[in-house]
Structure formats: structure tokens, C-alpha cells
């Protein structure tokens, strides 16, 4: 959280499809939101710093 900048909203359970019916493990995560021009920019660096880190 420190590295991209967003605030924690905590971990939800939710029964979604695609983490339901996968025959793996899996996650969904959600990023962020993308709501003006600003978000969409400091998005896209979250993205590329979440990267670096694997």
C-alpha cells in the first residue's frame, strides 16, 4: 500500500465466478479505480511498480 499510494479497504469474500469455477487457485484483485484522468495515470504507475516487485 505504501509503494503505490491507495488507501486499504480491507479483503472481501465474494462468490465470483471466475474464482469459482477455475480448477486452480486463484485471486482477484482489484487495483484501484479509475474514475478521472489523475486515477488513470496513478494507476498505471501502481501497475508498473506492482510489477518491478515480482
Do not use: C, W, Y
Not at 505504501?2 to 479483503?11: A, D, E, L, M
Not at 480448477?23 to 479509475?34: H, K, R
Not at 486515477?39 to 510489477?51: E, H
Amino acid at each position: 500500500m505504501k509503494q503505490v499510494g491507495f488507501n486499504k479497504r480491507g479483503k472481501k469474500r465474494e462468490n465470483f465466478h471466475v474464482l469459482r469455477e477455475t480448477l486452480m487457485l486463484a485471486v482477484l484483485s482489484e487495483n484501484g479505480f479509475i474514475d478521472n484522468p489523475s486515477d488513470a495515470v496513478l494507476s498505471k504507475n501502481s501497475i508498473d511498480k506492482i510489477k518491478q516487485s515480482f
